[in-house]
C-alpha cells in the first residue's frame, strides 16, 4: 500500500468540509493558515539569511554564526553566544505597522540570565526583547517594553521553565488595537499584559536596531542557541493560529492550509440585532425576472420595502444565493428563488422565467475621452488648491527630481551592462533579487508619459518629462534589439524566442537574479526580449513554476511586461516616438511565438496558478497594440490571455462570467480585475458579445457584491488573504474586514479605469457614480499629507491608521507603482464626448478648463465642490451640442440648472444624467445646484456597520487612539441630519462630540464604519 498517497487522501477529507466556503486558487498564498499579506518577513536559517517572503528583507550575520545540521529540521542556525555573534534584519522592516507578531523556534545552550531571543528597538533606550532566563535584575522568562530608558511594559511569566537542548516554539503577540502583548510558549499563552497605552511608532522609527541574540545595550550576555523559522508578521497572532504554526512545523514542514471559518475579534451581532432601517420594515416586495436560456438571471440586489412609524427607509438590500455554475436555467421554464433581508424574517422571492435565445445586442462604444492635454485641473473659486491639484504637484514635482537611469538600473543589470555613473538600484520589489524587478520601471513610463502631457501649463516641466521619455525608451531601445543577436559577427546566439537554451553553465532554468546567480547572455534570449530579468520566468511558468521566492519558484512575469509594455504604448501616443512602439512590437512578437504554441490547458493552468499566472492587463496591452499598429496578430496574443476558467467557465464556453456567474470569488483582486479591462478591450476590437459580457457582469457583481465604502472591492478575512476576494459573494461582514487592512490601492485603480472604459459604451450613471466614490474616497485619500508617499491596503476597521510609503519614489511596492499613474491623470474623467463630437458629458464637479479642440470651444468649470454643493460651467466659443450633465444618485434633494440665469425645467432624476440640447454661444454660463443630504452606506450583511456620507464625501470619524470594538453613534430615523452639527464650507461635522472629516483629508486614526443605531 501506498502510505503517502493514503496520507495526502486522508488530509483531504479532513479539509473538505472546511473548504466548501473557499474557492482559493492554488499557490502558496496561504502559509499554516495565514495570508501572505500578514507576512513582513520569514527566516528559515537553513544555510542562509535571507527572506523567505516576498518582501526581500534579508538579515545579515555578524562574526561566527553557522548553520549546522538537526535531527528535527535539518539545517538550523547556530549562535555560539561568544559576545560578537548575531543576526540583525533591516531596520526597516517593522516601520510603520500597526501590530506585530513573533514566532520562532529555539533551542537554547544555555541558561544564563540576561540572554536576549531578540532585541527590538529604535536605540538603546527604547526597545524591547524577549529574556527566557530572566535579567539580571529579574528572575524568570519575561517580556519587556523599556520606553526613553525606564521599564514600560512587560510579561512576566515566572513559572515557564525552560530547558537548555530541546526545541521549544516561542511567539510573541504586541497587539494594539487590543492594547495588550501576549507571549506562547510551545503555543499556548504563557502570559499577557494588557490596557498597554502605547503603539508602535512609540517604539520604532524608520531605523531601528534588530537583532537576534545581540542585546541593543551593552554590557548582558550574547544568546546560545540553535534558532529556525523566524518570523515577522504584521497581524496580531490569535493562539490558535500560533499553535497552528507550531503543530505543523512539527508535522514535517510547511503546509497550504486554508482557514476553517474566519477567527479573531472583529465584533460578532446576534442574528436579531437591529440592522438599520430593516428595524422598521413592515414588507418586501417579491420580483419578478426574465432570463435567456444558459444565462443566470440578474437579480435586483436592492427591492422595494414598506416601514413602520413614518420612517422614510431605502430600497431593502436583499441577498440572494449566488450559484457557481449555469444549471439552473439551461431549460426554458421558470424557478423561484429565496432571498434574504439581514436582521429580519423576511423571505422576499424572485419569480424567474427562463426564455428561448434572444438576440440582445451588446453596444458600441460610443464615447471617447480627452486627451490629458486637454484637460487642465483649476483651482477653486476662492483660488485655493483643491486636492486634486496638491496631490498632482506631490507627485509631479517628486517625479521630475527623479533620475532614470535609477529605473534603468535592474534593466542595464540584465542584460550585463554597464551602470553609467550615479546610478542607484531601486529598492523594495525592484531590488536586485527580487522577481519582480522592473514593474516600478513600467508605472514610471507611463507616468512620464501623463505628467508630460499634463503639464502644458509648465513649459520647464513639460521639457523635463520630453527628454525623461527619450532617455527612457533609448536605452530600452538599445537593449531589445542586443535580444537574440550575436555580439559579434558570426558569434553565437539563438534567435527563436520558443529555442532560448539554459543560462551558461546551469543544467535548467531558474529564477536567481542574484549578482553571481543571474543569467546575462542576452543573445540567447530571442528576437525582441525585453524586461529588467532574463526570460527563465516566463519560461519556468509555462513548465508549472508556482509563486514564491525559491530559485525554482517565479513571481508575476507577464504582471511586469504589462507595465513595461502599457508604459512605451503611452509614451509612444503622447509623443509619436516610434522606437518605444517597436520595443512593445518585438516584445509583443516574441511573447506570441511562445504562447502560440501552448496547448489551451496549459494556458488555462498559467492564468489560474496564484499571481505566478497573473498578468496584469496583457490581454488589454495586447488588443491595443492590435489598434495602434492594425496588426491583427496582437489581438490573437491578447486571446491567448484570456482566463478561460473565469470569463467562460471552461473551454466549452458553458458558463463564467459571461453567463452571469460569479466566477472570481475568493480569487486575488487585482490578479483579476485587469483581465476584465482586457476582456473589454477584447471586445471593442473583436465584437464579440461574450467578451462585453464578461465586464459588464464582473463589474455589476463587484460593485454590488463585493465593495466596502470607498469603493474597494478586495480585503478578505476568508480566504485568508487581504487581497482577495471575498469566499462567497454579499458576505463582506462575515468574510471581509482582513486584519491588517483592507482595499489594496490598486484594485481601486483598475476598477476605475474598468468603469470609465465601461461608460464609454453604456452612458449608465451608476457607472459614473462608483467612478466619483472610488476617486475622491479612496484614490484622492490614498497620499499622504506633504509627500507623495501612498497607501497599499487602506484599513477599514475601528481606529484604523494609514500607512503611506516610497515618499521618495525609491522603492514601490504594486500600489506605489500604481499611484504614479492615478495622481498623474487626476483629469482624465472629468469630460468625455460622443464619437462625433455632437455631445459633451460632464461627469465630475471639479474646478477644470476643457480645451474641447475638435469643435473649437472651451468650457470652464468653476466650483468649490464638494465643499460647495453647486457648479458653474462657462461656455467659450460657440457652437451646437448636447450637455449632458450628471444627476448623482445621492442627489436626492434636487437638481437645479440655470442658463444665463434662467431656471430651466428639466428631468433630473437621481442616478441620471441630464441633457440641455441647443446653439451654445460665447460667454453662455450653465449653473447647477445639487443640494447634499447626509447618508448611511450600510455593509450589506450587517447593516447596523455602516459609513457615513455627505453628497460624495465620506465623512469618518477622528479616533483619538487604538480600538477594537466599532464606534456607536445613534441617529434619528426620520432625518439622520438632525443631530449632526458641522460645516459645509469645511466638511467637518461632530457627532456626539466625535469629530468627523473626509477621509481624504484624514491623516490620524479614523473610524471608517461605525456601529450605527436609529431611532
Ligand atoms: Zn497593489
Not at 178 to 195: D, H, L
Request: glycine share 8%; hydrophobic share 35%; with cysteine.
Amino acid at each position: 500500500m501506498n502510505i503517502s498517497k493514503f496520507f495526502v487522501g486522508a488530509v483531504f477529507f479532513l479539509f473538505t468540509a472546511q473548504m466548501s466556503l473557499v474557492h482559493a486558487q492554488s499557490g502558496n498564498q496561504i502559509l499554516d493558515g495565514i495570508g501572505e499579506t500578514g507576512m513582513i518577513a520569514r527566516y528559515i536559517f537553513d544555510g542562509d539569511a535571507k527572506d523567505w517572503s516576498r518582501n526581500n528583507l534579508h538579515a545579515r550575520a555578524y562574526g561566527e554564526i553557522d548553520f549546522k545540521d538537526d535531527e528535527q529540521f535539518k539545517k538550523v542556525l547556530s549562535l555560539p553566544g561568544d559576545g560578537k555573534s548575531y543576526i540583525s534584519i533591516p531596520g526597516e522592516s517593522v516601520q510603520s505597522e500597526e501590530s506585530i507578531s513573533i514566532a520562532t523556534w529555539v533551542n537554547f545552550q544555555s541558561k544564563e540570565p540576561g540572554q536576549l531571543l531578540f532585541d527590538f528597538g529604535k536605540d538603546n533606550r527604547t526597545h524591547f526583547f524577549v529574556a527566557p532566563f530572566g535579567t539580571k535584575e529579574q528572575e524568570g522568562f519575561q517580556a519587556q517594553v523599556i520606553l526613553d530608558g525606564k521599564s514600560g511594559y512587560e510579561v512576566l511569566s515566572p513559572d515557564v521553565e525552560i530547558e537548555t537542548n530541546q526545541w521549544v516554539h516561542l511567539a510573541l503577540v504586541f497587539d494594539v488595537p487590543s492594547k495588550s502583548i501576549s507571549v506562547f510558549v510551545n503555543g499556548q499563552e504563557a502570559g499577557k499584559t494588557e490596557n498597554v497605552e502605547m503603539e508602535l511608532e512609540d517604539l520604532f522609527t524608520h531605523e531601528n536596531l534588530l537583532y537576534l541574540g545581540k542585546p541593543i545595550v551593552s554590557g548582558n550576555p550574547y544568546l546560545k542557541a540553535k534558532i529556525y523559522d523566524f518570523r515577522l508578521y504584521r497581524i496580531p497572532l490569535s493562539e490558535k493560529q500560533v499553535s497552528r504554526i507550531r503543530y505543523i512545523a512539527l508535522k514535517g514542514g510547511d503546509a497550504v492550509v486554508r482557514r476553517e471559518k474566519p477567527e479573531d475579534n472583529l465584533p460578532k451581532f446576534s442574528s436579531d440585532a437591529p440592522q438599520l432601517y430593516n428595524e422598521f420594515l413592515t414588507g418586501v416586495s417579491d420580483v419578478e425576472v426574465e432570463t435567456e436560456l444558459g444565462y443566470l438571471p440578474r437579480l435586483p440586489r436592492h427591492v422595494k420595502g414598506t416601514y413602520r412609524d413614518g420612517v422614510k427607509g431605502p430600497e431593502v438590500r436583499v441577498l440572494w444565493p449566488s450559484p457557481i455554475d449555469n444549471s439552473e436555467v439551461t431549460k426554458a421554464g421558470s424557478y423561484v428563488v429565496t432571498g434574504r433581508v439581514p436582521g429580519t424574517d423576511f423571505k422576499p422571492k424572485a419569480k424567474i422565467s427562463v426564455k428561448a435565445k434572444q438576440d440582445v445586442k451588446t453596444p458600441d462604444m460610443k464615447l471617447e475621452v480627452f486627451g490629458l492635454n486637454q484637460v487642465r485641473l483649476d483651482s477653486d473659486t476662492d483660488g485655493q488648491q483643491t486636492k486634486f491639484i496638491e496631490n498632482r504637484d506631490k507627485f509631479i514635482n517628486t517625479l521630475a527630481a527623479t533620475n532614470p537611469d535609477s529605473f534603468l538600473y535592474m534593466f542595464r543589470n540584465a542584460f550585463g551592462q554597464e551602470q553609467p555613473e550615479g546610478a542607484e538600484p531601486l529598492g523594495v520589489w525592484d531590488s536586485q533579487e527580487t522577481k519582480l524587478r522592473g514593474h516600478a520601471t513600467g508605472h514610471y513610463l507611463t507616468a512620464i508619459a501623463q505628467a508630460y502631457a499634463s503639464t502644458g501649463y509648465d513649459e520647464e516641466l513639460q521639457a523635463n518629462f520630453a527628454n525623461k521619455m527619450d532617455y527612457m525608451v533609448e536605452v530600452l531601445y538599445k537593449l531589445s534589439q542586443m535580444s537574440g543577436k550575436p555580439t559579434k559577427v558570426g558569434g553565437e546566439h539563438e534567435s527563436d524566442p520558443t529555442k532560448v537554451p539554459h543560462g551558461p553553465g546551469k543544467s535548467t532554468y531558474d529564477s536567481d537574479l542574484s549578482e553571481n546567480g543571474i543569467r546575462t547572455d542576452y543573445w540567447n534570449w530571442g528576437k525582441g526580449f525585453i524586461s529588467a530579468y532574463p526570460p527563465d520566468q516566463f519560461i519556468m511558468l509555462e513548465n508549472g513554476a508556482s509563486y514564491g521566492t525559491q530559485p525554482t519558484q517565479v513571481w508575476a512575469p507577464y504582471y511586469t511586461l504589462h507595465k513595461i509594455l502599457a508604459g512605451l504604448m503611452d509614451i509612444y501616443e503622447v509623443s509619436g516616438n516610434k522606437k518605444a512602439l517597436e520595443v512593445a512590437k518585438g516584445m509583443g512578437d516574441w511573447v506570441y511565438a511562445r504562447l502560440s504554441l501552448l496547448p489551451t490547458d496549459t494556458l488555462i493552468s498559467m492564468w489560474n496558478s496564484y499571481i505566478a499566472g497573473e498578468f496584469g492587463g496583457m490581454n488589454e496591452a495586447m488588443a491595443r497594440l492590435d489598434r495602434i499598429t492594425d496588426e491583427p496578430r496582437y489581438l490573437k496574443v491578447a486571446q491567448l490571455f484570456d482566463n478561460i476558467k473565469m470569463f467562460f467557465g471552461d473551454a466549452e464556453h458553458s458558463h463564467g462570467l459571461a453567463k452571469n456567474v460569479d466566477s472570481f470569488r475568493g480569487l486575488h483582486a487585482n490578479q483579476h480585475i485587469p483581465q476584465i479591462m482586457g476582456a473589454l478591450e477584447i471586445y471593442r476590437d473583436s465584437e464579440s458579445p461574450e467578451y462585453y459580457r464578461v465586464a459588464e457582469n464582473f463589474w455589476y457583481k463587484a460593485k454590488h457584491d463585493y465593495m466596502y465604502s470607498i469603493g474597494g472591492v478586495a480585503g478578505a478575512r476568508n480566504p485568508t488573504n487581504a487581497e482577495c476576494f471575498i469566499g462567497q459573494p454579499a458576505t463582506l461582514y462575515e468574510n471581509g474586514f482582513s486584519a491588517g487592512g483592507q482595499n489594496e490601492t490598486c484594485a481601486t485603480y483598475n476598477m476605475l479605469k474598468l468603469t470609465k472604459n465601461l461608460f464609454l459604451f453604456d452612458q449608465r450613471t451608476e457607472l459614473m457614480d462608483y467612478y466619483e466614490r472610488g476617486l475622491y474616497n479612496h484614490i484622492l485619500a490614498s497620499v499622504a499629507e506633504d509627500s507623495p508617499a501612498n497607501t497599499y491596503h487602506v484599513p477599514l476597521r475601528p481606529g484604523s491608521v494609514k500607512r503611506f510609503g516610497n515618499a521618495d519614489m525609491t522603492g514601490f511596492t504594486c500600489c506605489n507603482g500604481t499611484a504614479l499613474e492615478s495622481s498623474t491623470k487626476l483629469q482624465n474623467s472629468i469630460y468625455f464626448k460622443n464619437k462625433d463630437n455632437s455631445a459633451l458629458y460632464v461627469n465630475l464637479f471639479v474646478p477644470s478648463t476643457l480645451e474641447w479642440t475638435e469643435k473649437n470651444i472651451a468650457i470652464e468649470q468653476k466650483t468649490d465642490f464638494p465643499k460647495a454643493d453647486n457648479t458653474q460651467l462657462i461656455i467659450k466659443g460657440e457652437g451646437k451640442f448636447d450637455l449632458n450633465i450628471r444627476v448623482p444618485q445621492w442627489a436626492t434633494k434636487g437638481f437645479y440648472v440655470k442658463v444665463n440665469g434662467k431656471e430651466q425645467k428639466i428631468k433630473a432624476e437621481p442616478g441620471s444624467y441630464m441633457t440641455l440640447n441647443r446653439k451654445w454661444n460665447n460667454g453662455d454660463v450653465i449653473d447647477v445646484q445639487m443640494p447634499f443630504q447626509f447618508h448611511l452606506d450600510p455593509v450589506m450583511d450587517q447593516q447596523n456597520i455602516a459609513s457615513l456620507f455627505y453628497g460624495p464625501v465620506l465623512l469618518v470619524a477622528q479616533e483619538p487612539e487604538p480600538r477594537n470594538d466599532w464606534r456607536k453613534i445613534t441617529l434619528n430615523a426620520k432625518n439622520i441630519g438632525s443631530t449632526i452639527e458641522g460645516n459645509p464650507k469645511t466638511l467637518e461635522f461632530t457627532i456626539d462630540g466625535v469629530v468627523f472629516k473626509p477621509f481624504y483629508e484624514t491623516y490620524g486614526r479614523h473610524s471608517v464604519y461605525m456601529d450605527v443605531t436609529l431611532e
